[in-house]
């Protein structure tokens, strides 16, 4: 009987308990709207009777479900294609409850450009670096995104750049502190002998006719400042994926804050041969000499004329006396060729365009990356042009002009001087006019020397992608990269393309059309990942065509004059 009367009273409890939690979870769902929600979806599933009852309610509540929020950042190393170790940052969002990973992207590390330190040095200062950045992105940069809005680019990128700039005033006031004892001692008077053997030095100089010439202040790169642009890249491309549309559309509503209904495919430009310090020829100022074609071919056009033309460039070599000409592949994508004088690799281009019977100066013009900045020999105030052979900045005016007045195709000169050389800008574009543009590399708008009338931004580790839109919308921006050390074939960069010889971000080919530039440069026709940001651009143009979006670019407008030009050794 006792037994009969405990189980009786178990059950009571147990109903007491259920009702409490049907009670319980009725004021939850009365609360939270959930009945309402309900006959609502019911009398639209009604309404509409689809086939698939479940993927309608599915897409119904899809639609009203919170918006993804940003759970955690991962930063990892990895390597690029130059083998060198890069951070790759990645996003990981909680969508209707769940934690997913949603995107990543790679930014390779971008040191000074003017370092003298050995290949081991400059391994070690890397390791450094992609190690910081990765520290950053697991520590700090994840706790202070966690829980933001993956679709609000603009506030993600400021409190990268607020970010930024409290560790850099950090450092500066650690350097500060370390530098000033010493600063000290040297304020201090040195000894009678020394000033007397300096004043020989000095006297000897004059003397000789020598002065030397300071090098240029080099921009300071912040241990682990890669985070921020392998972040901000990550972000955006987050945004895209949960938003279900294209990264160039992505970015394109980013720069125009309302979605563009057309696109336009940038102009690829694309390089032919190198005569840079690393070809093997005694020439070193032509760096780069670059193809740009016409307006309004296609990219598969564009590429496979380029194959013709560099082809034919190599049969003619080919003919000339053996030994006479070497050619060996640079990381540029190109060929590094063999000659003496800047002359030599445009006469060849000009034959070999003649042959094919493409009109040089109408159906195709050239360009120069003379990466001037780095011939300087400080010591002499003069350009090593060529093995052995000095040049004034003067002499180097002279030099261009006679170049441009034997070659008129030569429509952009890439870095003719240093910045230092102001003077020698502003004649050279007095002498030029509106025949020939020069572009200066640059890091903010407010270094472009004086005669240089439109500029390439250097992408840097720090930027981000609200800083590319920026940078684009500057009236005379031109953006030129090439990815030399580039982290992988990453296709994303086609849409906003970004990229620097020396590793910085790049954009690529979804950048450069989410962007509006006119101009994309991806280097050479030569490298796996190269070949992929070409591959990218022309699928992203057979896409945009198909869906009849795709603007035409006018075919008989000018190379360069009011371009805005965007350089893609990064991805596409």
Not at 121 to 148: F, W, Y
Not at 350 to 362: H, I, K
Not at 366 to 392: F, I, P, R, T
Request: include cysteine; charged fraction near 25%.
């Amino acid at each position: 009987m006792s037994h009969r009367g405990s189980s009786s009273s178990l059950r009571a409890e147990e109903e007491r308990d259920l009702e409490e939690l049907r009670g319980a979870a009725a004021e939850f769902y009365r609360q939270s709207g959930v009945p309402q929600e309900l006959e609502a979806a019911l009398d639209e599933l009604f309404r509409r009777q689809p086939r698939d009852l479940h993927g309608f309610l599915a897409d119904y509540f899809d639609k009203r479900s919170a918006p993804p929020r940003i759970s955690r950042l991962k930063g990892r190393e990895v390597y690029n294609a130059k083998g060198q170790l890069c951070i790759e940052a990645e996003v990981f969002c909680v969508v209707r409850n769940t934690e997913k990973s949603i995107s990543s992207a790679a930014v390779s590390c971008c040191l000074d450009p003017e370092r003298t330190s050995s290949d081991t040095d400059d391994e070690e200062e890397r390791t450094e670096h992609v190690r910081t950045a990765a520290q950053c992105i697991n520590g700090p940069l994840s706790n202070m995104l966690k829980d933001r809005n993956p679709c609000d680019q603009s506030e993600v990128d400021k409190m990268l750049s607020h970010f930024f700039m409290t560790r850099c005033l950090e450092e500066m006031e650690v350097k500060k502190k370390v530098h000033s004892p010493r600063m000290d001692e040297e304020s201090s008077p040195l000894p009678p002998p020394t000033q007397d053997k300096d004043k020989k030095i000095r006297d000897k100089g004059k003397k000789n006719n020598i002065v030397e010439t300071p090098a240029e202040p080099l921009e300071p790169v912040l241990h682990g400042s890669t985070a921020i642009g392998s972040v901000s890249l990550a972000v955006a491309k987050a945004g895209a994926e949960l938003q279900q549309i294209p990264l160039y559309h992505h970015i394109a509503a980013l720069k125009s804050c309302q979605d563009q209904d057309r696109f336009h495919i940038p102009v690829s430009l694309v390089t032919l041969i190198c005569c840079g310090r690393t070809s093997p020829g005694k020439l070193n100022l032509l760096e780069e000499v670059i193809l740009v074609p016409k307006p309004g071919q296609g990219v598969k056009q564009i590429v496979t004329t380029t194959l013709k033309l560099q082809k034919e460039m190599m049969r003619i070599m080919m003919t000339m006396k053996a030994g006479a000409v070497q050619a060996i592949e640079c990381d540029r994508g190109a060929p590094a060729v063999s000659f003496e004088r800047p002359e030599q690799p445009l006469d060849l281009i000009t034959e070999a365009c003649s042959n094919l019977q493409l009109q040089l100066g109408t159906d195709a013009h050239l360009a120069l990356n003379c990466a001037a900045h780095k011939l300087l020999d400080h010591s002499k105030g003069k350009y090593e042009v060529a093995a052995g052979v000095l040049k004034s900045p003067d002499e180097l005016v002279d030099l261009y002009q006679t170049l441009l007045h034997k070659h008129p195709a030569v429509v952009t000169l890439i870095d003719p001087f240093r910045g230092e050389d102001k003077e020698q800008w502003q004649k050279l574009s007095n002498a030029v006019g509106n025949k020939c543009s020069l572009l200066s590399e640059v890091t903010n708008v407010s270094q472009l020397p004086a005669g240089g009338k439109r500029h390439i931004l250097k992408l840097v580790n720090e930027t981000t992608i609200s800083d590319l839109i920026r940078i684009a919308s500057h009236p005379g921006s031109v953006m030129l990269g090439v990815t030399e050390s580039e982290p992988c074939s990453d296709a994303s960069l086609s849409d906003l393309r970004f990229s620097g010889d020396t590793g910085s971000q790049l954009l690529s080919p979804p950048q450069a059309v989410g962007l509006g530039l006119d101009y994309i440069k991806l280097g050479g026709l030569h490298g796996a990942e190269r070949m992929t940001k070409y591959n990218r651009l022309i699928s992203l143009e057979e896409e945009l065509a198909q869906r009849g979006i795709l603007a035409n670019k006018d075919k008989h407008s000018p190379p360069f004059p009011g371009a805005v030009l965007h350089s893609g050794d990064t991805p596409v």
